[in-house]
């Protein structure tokens, strides 16, 4: 069983559609996060949900917007898609808000054209 | 946070001890040293963590210099598996809900 399962692993989609990614972990964690890593590699946290409340919300287009029906899913969905939207998007877990044990999936590399 | 400051390459044989720096000068006493790593294409791995004293753990060992301004990941015998980005991230180690901060980190190359 993957830990930290996201959907679609590829998407490919056109300016100004909406799309959503899924993101489910099995681990019992209470944290989950969104992470951004760019064609520069840069990784860049965009949201953190802990028992389904918003913690953590950077400076990213209200296009963008986190869900998370339960501490074991974390959905983003992303309005009017842009061409700088193109990127690798990563979910992950951690047992706590501490630092350590993060478990990441495998990303979705979405690619705006 | 405290800032890290990494190389950003290094080369490592194949069998031998991968030996990653890291500066992280304005530590504070109650930050930890967090290290993980990103294999090409994959999401990153956790790897170790420490506060002051030296851990190590089935992957690698991590050591601390006693004031706490730098640090060393050892990959004890680097195999080609171990091709990654490494990278060292300090923070606090509370339920503050801040996530963690991936700098450009230290691309190991392990060759044959």
């Known amino acids: 069983d993957t830990a930290v399962s996201q959907t679609p692993k590829y998407l490919v989609t056109q300016m100004g559609n909406d799309k959503s990614i899924k993101c489910e972990q099995n681990?019992?964690?209470?944290?989950m996060y969104w992470y951004k890593q760019d064609s520069k590699k840069f990784l860049k946290i965009m949201f953190s949900?802990?028992?389904?409340?918003?913690?953590i919300n950077e400076t990213v287009p209200n296009r963008f917007s986190p869900k998370s029906p339960d501490k074991a899913h974390l959905n983003l969905h992303i309005n009017s898609l842009e061409l700088g939207d193109s990127a690798v998007y990563f979910c992950?877990?951690?047992?706590?808000?501490?630092?350590?044990?993060?478990?990441f999936g495998s990303g979705t590399r979405l690619t705006v054209v | 946070d405290a800032k890290t400051t990494q190389p950003p390459s290094m080369d490592c044989a194949e069998g031998r001890a991968a030996n990653l720096p890291c500066n992280h000068s304005?530590?504070?006493?109650?930050?930890?040293v967090y290290w993980y790593r990103q294999i090409h294409s994959q999401g990153p791995q956790y790897i170790i963590h420490?506060?002051?004293n030296n851990e190590t753990n089935e992957m690698a060992s991590l050591i601390i210099t006693e004031d706490r301004k730098s640090s060393t990941l050892i990959l004890p015998h680097a195999t080609l598996r171990d091709t990654a980005v490494y990278y060292c991230?300090?923070?606090?180690?509370?339920?503050?809900?801040?996530?963690?901060?991936f700098g450009k980190g230290t691309s190991l190359l392990v060759t044959p």
């Open positions: 992950a877990s951690s047992p706590t808000k501490r630092g350590f044990g993060y478990t």
């Open positions: 681990l019992g964690h209470d944290t």
């Open positions: 949900y802990n028992n389904k409340e918003l913690i």
């Open positions: 304005t530590i504070s006493g109650n930050e930890y």
């Open positions: 420490g506060l002051k």
């Open positions: 991230i300090v923070r606090l180690n509370s339920n503050s809900g801040y996530a963690l901060n």
